[in-house]
């Protein structure tokens, strides 16, 4: 059976739609404000290799969805870490030092992040300690060494990471960089919101067509609040923002179905790894809440066809490498065009242009070869 057809039973889980919804420019950057976006764009664009990401066109699925563009965000091609993470941590790491070289900095992270706060304090030859859960590959664990951090194992989930990081942290005097914001703890995740924000900033000189459709995969919520910001500062029109997730770590979709920051429990971890979090961070959550016009959650049913589907040529012309976090946005994108009545609702139509953000490529080697190989069966 050939791909057009095989895509034509893809189903989305959930899909809402936000009755709260009002996008407003000053509300988003009263959360993310606009001095710390220039100061990000400035900072990160004057690093050694910095590079802007490529925005590929999905032109063969978009001929198969019958839309006028799909933009896919390339972030595996981001500095050497593979994953937009890179613009996040590494960023706060630079600000909250400020030049200071005796300090030690330290992180509890499920990956990317980990890897990111580690590169940025090897950056500024800073000691660094990552703390993360017995569910952390030790791909991941490997890849977050060779930036010189020392890796702490910590029993439990992520949050058991968390607090181990706390405890040893505030007795050592330790910098923590998490990218989680709660009531007292906001700037470093602006840091890394902001950081993320550049990736619209460079899309807004990569393209000259209106952007009227924005897939954005959510873990907390930070990567699609840090875009949200970046959309709200830099885009000349508002398109219309859809919040991904894996349908076991649905919490952005359950808080806003409540209209209420909702703790959800996750009963069997997704592949989708770094989206799967079951509570969202909260200046994301302020941001969100009122400028996605929906949310839509995925099994993980079609993760590793589309990782292979990517690789492979089905969506585009040329190959992408596209992890397991990256292929969300494009089956949700391709879900909904199954769907006539979500489609309707969110008008998609031949003339929409479509960015999908393509966050990591093969961040986890060994795990972006087994969906590879899977997906290809
Ligand atoms: C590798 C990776 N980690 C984590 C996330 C989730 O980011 P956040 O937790 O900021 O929503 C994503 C994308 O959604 C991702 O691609």
Redesign the pocket.
């Known amino acids: 059976m050939n791909y057009s057809k095989k895509i034509k039973n893809w189903k989305f889980s959930k899909f809402l739609i936000n009755k709260n919804f009002k996008f407003k420019r000053n509300y988003v950057l009263k959360y993310v404000p606009s001095i710390m976006l220039t100061d990000a764009y400035k900072t990160i664009s004057n690093w050694k290799n910095y590079k802007v990401t490529p925005l590929l066109k999905l032109n063969r699925l978009k001929k198969n969805l019958k839309l006028n563009n799909i933009f896919y965000k390339d972030e595996s091609k981001r500095f050497h870490l593979k994953?937009?993470?890179a613009l996040g941590g590494a960023y706060a790491v630079e600000k909250i030092s400020k030049g200071k070289k005796n300090i030690t900095i330290s992180s509890a992270t499920a990956g990317?992040h980990g890897r990111s706060v580690a590169w940025g304090a090897q950056r500024l030859k800073l000691r660094c300690k990552i703390f993360v859960s017995q569910f952390v590959s030790e791909t991941r664990v490997s890849e977050i060494k060779k930036f010189g951090a020392e890796v702490i194992r910590v029993k439990g989930n992520y949050e058991d990471s968390l607090k181990k990081c706390q405890k040893l942290s505030k007795k050592n005097d330790w910098k923590i960089v998490q990218?989680v914001s709660t009531k007292n703890y906001k700037y470093i995740p602006q840091l890394t919101m902001a950081g993320y924000s550049i990736m619209i900033k460079e899309i807004s000189k990569q393209t000259n067509q209106f952007i009227t459709h924005i897939f954005l995969?959510?873990?907390?919520?930070?990567?699609?609040a840090g875009v949200v910001s970046g959309v709200a500062k830099y885009f000349k029109r508002i398109p219309k923002i859809i919040i991904v997730e894996p349908d076991r770590a649905d919490c952005v979709l359950q808080s806003i179905k409540g209209n209420k920051l909702k703790k959800i429990k996750i009963k069997k971890e997704s592949i989708m790894g770094?989206?799967s979090?079951n509570e969202m961070s909260l200046v994301p959550w302020q941001v969100l809440k009122k400028t996605s016009n929906c949310c839509v959650s995925i099994s993980d049913k079609n993760i590793a066809k589309t990782v292979a589907g990517l690789k492979d040529k089905k969506f585009s012309k040329t190959s992408i490498i596209g992890g397991e976090?990256?292929a969300p946005g494009v089956i949700a994108l391709i879900g909904i065009c199954n769907s006539n009545k979500a489609k309707k609702l969110l008008n998609l139509n031949k003339n929409s242009n479509i960015l999908v953000i393509g966050?990591?490529g093969n961040?986890d080697v060994k795990l972006y070869k087994q969906l590879l190989s899977k997906g290809r069966k």
Do not use: T
């Open positions: 994953s937009f993470k990317n990218d995969q959510a873990g907390v919520g930070g990567l699609a770094g989206m979090c976090c990256a966050c990591e961040a």
